[in-house]
């Protein structure tokens, strides 16, 4: 059983799939935690065990592991957690891994490590052109064109962010349930507070799309992923599908590619 753990900002999302799962299928059991830069790998270690049981698992059952990380303290506990007490030598996306993506980026240390997993998923499952937008801690918009080069993209402060930013800054306004509220035109502060950050956002994501379309060419798909895609997807025709789990695929596609083995 392959278990894939993406660790960013805000959240660590964990998965595993089984050794007969499909070529794209979704992962067979999931988690989701708070990232926490001082947590220790045998404190990880104990919720992984616990967390395995819920869904009737045990970690012997975990032959490999993939991590994609934006926190490099954080990466390194997990990496100790499979080392010590998988007994695993995880494969942990970054240069000189094979993804296959080309990046033409800049610099390639530069990129997220999650963005080019997604990116390989992306073009995996639905070809290209494709823009894949990750609401996560930040609003990412990546490119992928019809040849599957990762041409890079654009990066927005979360939803999240800006909901704590306005609370914190603004001391009438407070921090509201992030949904989208009944007409644009809010009635009243929380709507109004709801209003301008989603349906701002959606404004955001129609205009960026907008101009990747435009500079991609052709009719590029456009695949929501993320936290908040189910609220925002919803609300705009600009978004062509929703996959809440295009990363942990995404690393399962590349230990695939590394591993030398077909799950």
């Known amino acids: 059983m392959l278990l894939c753990v993406d660790v960013g900002n805000t959240n660590i999302v964990l998965g595993t799939f089984p050794d007969d799962a499909a070529k794209h299928a979704a992962p067979s059991a999931t988690w989701r935690l708070s990232t926490r830069a001082n947590v220790q790998a045998d404190e990880y270690a104990v919720l992984l065990r616990q967390l395995l049981q819920l869904e009737g698992l045990s970690e012997d059952a975990i032959d490999a592991v993939a991590i994609a990380s934006s926190v490099p303290a954080v990466q390194g506990v997990f990496a100790a957690l499979c080392r010590r007490r998988l007994g695993l030598e995880p494969l942990i996306v970054g240069v000189g891994v094979k993804t296959g993506v080309r990046v033409r980026y800049d610099s390639l240390r530069d990129v997220g490590a999650d963005r080019i997993v997604d ?117 705009t025709r600009a978004i062509d599908g929703v996959d809440p789990w295009i990363t942990l695929k995404g690393l399962r596609l590349i230990w695939q590619a590394n591993a030398g083995r077909k799950t």
């Open 119 to 235: 990116a390989a998923a992306a073009f995996a499952e639905h070809g290209g052109p494709i823009c894949v937008v990750d609401f996560g801690t930040g609003t990412t918009f990546d490119a992928i064109d019809a040849d599957g080069q990762y041409l890079g993209g654009a990066i927005a402060p979360g939803i999240e962010i800006a909901a704590d930013a306005l609370a914190e800054r603004a001391a009438k306004l407070r921090r509201i349930e992030l949904v989208a509220p009944p007409h644009a035109i809010g009635t009243n502060t929380a709507h109004a507070v709801q209003s301008g950050l989603i349906y701002g956002y959606v404004g955001l994501v129609e205009g960026m799309v907008a101009r990747f379309r435009a500079e991609l060419g052709g009719a590029p798909y456009v695949l929501a992923t993320g936290g908040l895609a189910d609220t925002i997807a919803p609300l």
